[in-house]
Each structure stands twice: as structure tokens, then as C-alpha cells.
Nanobody, 115 residues
Framework: QVQLVESGGDLVQPGGSLRLSCVAS????????MAWYRQAPGKQRELVAR???????YYADVVKGRFTISRDNAKNTVYLQMNALQPEDTAIYYC?????????WGQGTQVTVSS
């Protein structure tokens, strides 16, 4: 299992921005497909964005044009830049690393969008 530590969650006003980071305790994340998920109260966990080992990227429709996922394999870190945040983006955001049968999760970081 890969240990993942997320950071960067905060309380932000609508229209604001945040950057989440996820640091992996592993020799290299280069072989891993990395993703950000989120879970709002009373809702199921949903995929927000994914960047695979070849840096192919997928975004959920609800975040396209506002969120940007990126990875720095040299730093074993994945980022999620979130712009134009809205109250419906309020959730716990989880980092995920996947390689073959290895599927690891971080503990999550809280993002709250409210005025």
C-alpha cells in the first residue's frame, strides 16, 4: 500500500481558489495512476479528476474548465488546482493511487466553499 497525505483544504468564499496537494510515500509515483475523488455529506464518493501514468487526464463534467490536475513524479506529488469554487464543491477531497491490484487512499482534506 502507498501512504498518501493530502493538504491544502480550507474554507474559501465562492469564486475563490485552492490548490490541493497529495504526497505519496513510495519510491516513485511514476507507475501509478493518480486521482482526486470527493465526498460531500450524504453523498457517494465521486471521481473528480484522474491523471494516469502517461499523463492522460480525465475530468468530471462538473469541474471541467475550473479544476486542473497535475503531477510531479520527481516530488511524488499530485496537485489539484481548483478555481471558481462553488458551494457545491464543498466536500472531503481524497487522493487515490492505483497500480494493478494496489489501490490506496489518503485520509482526505476538507474543502468548504461558503460566504
Amino acid at each position: 500500500q502507498v501512504q498518501l497525505v493530502e493538504s491544502g483544504g480550507d474554507l474559501v468564499q465562492p469564486g475563490g481558489s485552492l490548490r490541493l496537494s497529495c504526497v505519496a510515500s513510495v519510491r516513485s509515483i511514476a507507475i501509478y495512476d493518480m486521482a482526486w475523488y470527493r465526498q460531500a455529506p450524504g453523498k457517494q464518493r465521486e471521481l473528480v479528476a484522474r491523471i494516469d501514468r502517461g499523463s492522460r487526464i480525465y475530468y468530471a463534467d462538473v469541474v471541467k474548465g475550473r479544476f486542473t490536475i497535475s503531477r510531479d513524479n520527481a516530488k511524488n506529488t499530485v496537485y489539484l488546482q481548483m478555481n471558481a469554487l462553488q458551494p457545491e464543491d464543498t466536500a472531503i477531497y481524497y487522493c487515490n493511487a492505483r497500480f494493478m491490484d494496489n489501490n490506496s487512499w489518503g485520509q482526505g482534506t476538507q474543502v468548504t466553499v461558503s460566504s
